[in-house]
């Protein structure tokens, strides 16, 4: 297992000084064995991290070189497995020391085994603190932005918790267990490996958080009628699409996603009419075909409203990524009329906490094109689920949503007409 700890060690420490994700780091350093075990430490602790990091630097009154910054990776791992993951601390403690001293040279290693050996000491204290962050400042002002202190509270806490499996069920389809939420997603434990659940083979549903979910159950009847799946990759939304019968054609710039769509369309027994390998503001600015009726924009965002399944986002972005993202956002918005057309259905969504990727983003679009009118999507929930619509019509779905039963992803979405041409 201390093989594993070291590559546990070298994946953190891309995470947090390459700032990319948890797939990302686990592709670059080749995890093969044990990596239940790996994915299990590295979220915990990513879930951990700015508590862990306060508890350290109690204990270290001295910087950490840089070329030894390994040790301090080292001590993050091994304070959560200490604390939190119930390993024997003679196993955690002597199995960091060793990676510390083979990472960073073996003067540190003392180091390591100090602190290690205070943390598992003082153990029950540690867990009784009241104030464990999970919110960095820097992320933490970024929220501030869009919700007040009681809400960014309730949400920190949800995002510790660690997200169950939410599918989609092909229509006529039915699974044997699980709990049927509002809208018809089933939800399960996230406890086992996916392709061994029941009916995967046969292709009679989908992984897809509720959230997501609901954005196509928010379209009127759609058979027969022509959609454009923008950035449609890796093919939940245009799976829906399909199943309700729709002719779909899907874009997506990157070539690697969309062969993962085509597989994942493969598996379901779908078809879309077309897929394009493009950019999609390439591709509508230049738009000269038949217009579709309906175009679906689950537009590029921050992706912070996936904190729970992706804790490490809320170390990795910033406010420049929000910046970015809302500009492309804009840009998508003002070049989709040119293909959509006249009473034509315009469905945007993001898996962004922030409004100005949602709301904002929207009421300004509206603002600037008076050929657009908002859908009231209130009428369109079930009765429990309407109290995510707000007095725009839009829907804004936090992580606390669901919260006795796993939560969800946080979701905007929002359904507009061109009532002009």
Request: with cysteine.
């Amino acid at each position: 297992m201390s093989d594993s700890r070291l590559t546990a060690v070298l994946i953190l420490r891309d995470i947090l000084e390459r700032q990319i994700f948890l797939n990302e780091a686990k592709s670059r350093n080749a995890v093969k064995d044990n990596g239940a075990f790996i994915n299990m430490l590295l979220l915990t602790t990513l879930r951990r991290l700015c508590y862990v990091e306060n508890i350290l630097k109690k204990y270290i009154t001295r910087k950490i070189p840089a070329k030894q910054k390994a040790a301090w990776y080292a001590l993050i791992l091994g304070t959560v497995e200490i604390l939190w993951l119930e390993t024997p601390d003679y196993a955690a403690i002597n199995s960091y020391v060793e990676c510390a001293k083979k990472l960073s040279g073996k003067y540190v290693g003392g180091l390591v085994n100090a602190v290690l050996r205070k943390i598992a000491a003082g153990r029950q204290e540690l867990l009784n603190e009241k104030s464990q962050p999970f919110f960095p400042p820097r992320f933490r002002e970024l929220l501030h932005k869009s919700y007040d202190t009681r809400t960014l509270a309730a949400i920190e806490n949800a995002a510790r918790q660690e997200p169950p499996l939410d599918i989609t069920l092909k229509h006529g389809a039915t699974f044997p267990a699980g709990k049927i939420l509002p809208g018809g997603s089933v939800r399960l434990p996230n406890n086992g490996n996916i392709s061994e659940l029941p009916g995967y083979g046969d292709g009679n549903w989908w992984v897809q958080d509720f959230s997501s979910a609901l954005a196509v159950k928010m379209l009127p009847d759609i058979r027969n009628r022509r959609v454009l799946d923008l950035c449609a990759a890796p093919g939940g939304k245009t799976a829906q699409l399909i199943d309700a019968g729709a002719r779909v054609t899907a874009l997506d710039i990157s070539k690697k996603r969309l062969q993962t769509l085509r597989e994942n369309l493969e598996r379901l027994r779908f078809q879309t009419e077309q897929t394009i390998c493009a950019d999609a503001a390439d591709y509508l600015e230049n738009f000269n075909e038949e217009p579709y009726d309906i175009i679906l924009l689950d537009a590029p965002c921050s992706a912070t409203g996936t904190l729970r399944r992706h804790p490490e986002l809320v170390h990795i972005k910033t406010e420049k990524d929000v910046l970015t993202q809302s500009a492309i956002q804009q840009k998508l918005l003002t070049a989709a009329e040119k293909a959509l057309d006249r009473n034509g259905l315009l469905l945007y969504c993001t898996c962004s906490l922030c409004r100005s990727e949602g709301e904002d983003q929207i009421l300004t679009f509206l603002n600037r094109n008076k050929r657009f009118r908002t859908v009231n999507l209130q009428q369109s929930l079930p009765q429990e689920l309407q109290s995510l619509a707000d007095d725009n019509g839009f829907i804004r779905i936090l992580p606390t949503f669901m919260e006795d039963c796993g939560g969800a992803d946080g979701f905007f979405i929002a359904l507009l007409q061109k009532v002009s041409a």
